[in-house]
């Protein structure tokens, strides 16, 4: 069964500054899709960044990248020049089997001014 | 095109009593999604529909919480009876199915308080 690990309860970082949010999982597939998403306050999931495993480079959406390493098995978000507004909930999930995904229980992010 | 959507909003009930969560998917969307979200974790499936087929449903409290999709288009969530521990976001979501990588779109969700 797969499974997403997210150690960072919390996380700070300063405006303007890059912050890294970690994620490890675990599968035993050999093809497998790795997501983040943010979650703000007023509760809905926004997809942020997709890395598929036979990606050989690393996912990037404006300020996001992905540092996807496959052998440690672990897919870290980066976010580049932090916004107030990047303030909020960041899930890291992984396809499951039957193409649900499977979440971890979140890092949630302050951005201080 | 229009996102997922859900209702109510939010909704607050007393332990024992019923309650029904409507969701409609993105048109063409074949796989429909039920999260629940407790406070402070990720969201976790409920259940799975492909089309108006259940997919999978091995986290549903089968003894209080039932699910459909009739037509294989909207679909309503329903727990009776309620208990405190059911206080949570629901989550639809939704995707082609089709294997693609992208294209989970989720709801705005609907907060359930039982007291």
């Known amino acids: 069964a797969q499974k997403i690990t997210q150690t960072q309860p919390g996380m700070f970082v300063q405006e303007k500054e890059a912050v890294t949010l970690d994620c490890t999982y675990d599968?035993?597939?050999?093809?497998?899709?790795l997501f983040w998403y943010k979650q703000p306050s007023s509760g809905e999931m926004i997809f942020l960044i997709y890395?598929?495993?036979?990606?050989?480079q690393n996912a990037t959406e404006g300020r996001y990248s992905l540092n996807f390493q496959k052998a440690r098995k672990s897919a870290n978000l980066v976010i580049s020049a932090s916004q107030l507004g990047d303030s909020a909930m960041y899930f890291c999930?992984?396809?499951?089997?039957?193409?649900?995904?499977?979440f971890g229980k979140g890092t949630k992010l302050s951005v201080k001014p | 095109e229009a996102g997922v959507a859900q209702s109510p909003r939010y909704k607050i009930i007393e332990k024992r009593q019923s309650v029904a969560f409507w969701c409609n998917p993105i048109?063409?969307?074949?796989?429909l999604y039920w999260y629940q979200q407790i406070l402070g974790q990720g969201p976790k499936l409920l259940i799975q529909?492909?089309?108006?087929?259940?997919?999978?449903d091995s986290q549903l409290p089968k003894d209080r919480f039932s699910a459909e999709r009739l037509k294989g288009v909207d679909s309503t969530l329903k727990i009776q009876p309620a208990k405190l521990e059911d206080s949570a976001v629901y989550l639809c979501?939704?995707?082609?199915?089709?294997?693609?990588?992208?294209?989970?779109?989720f709801g705005s969700g609907t907060r359930l308080t039982v007291v």
């Open positions: 529909f492909q089309n108006n087929g259940v997919v999978d």
């Open positions: 999930a992984i396809r499951g089997s039957q193409g649900n995904l499977i």
């Open positions: 048109s063409g969307h074949a796989t």
């Open positions: 979501a939704s995707n082609l199915g089709d294997g693609t990588a992208g294209g989970y779109t």
């Open positions: 599968t035993s597939d050999q093809s497998y899709g």
């Open positions: 890395q598929g495993s036979y990606d050989e």
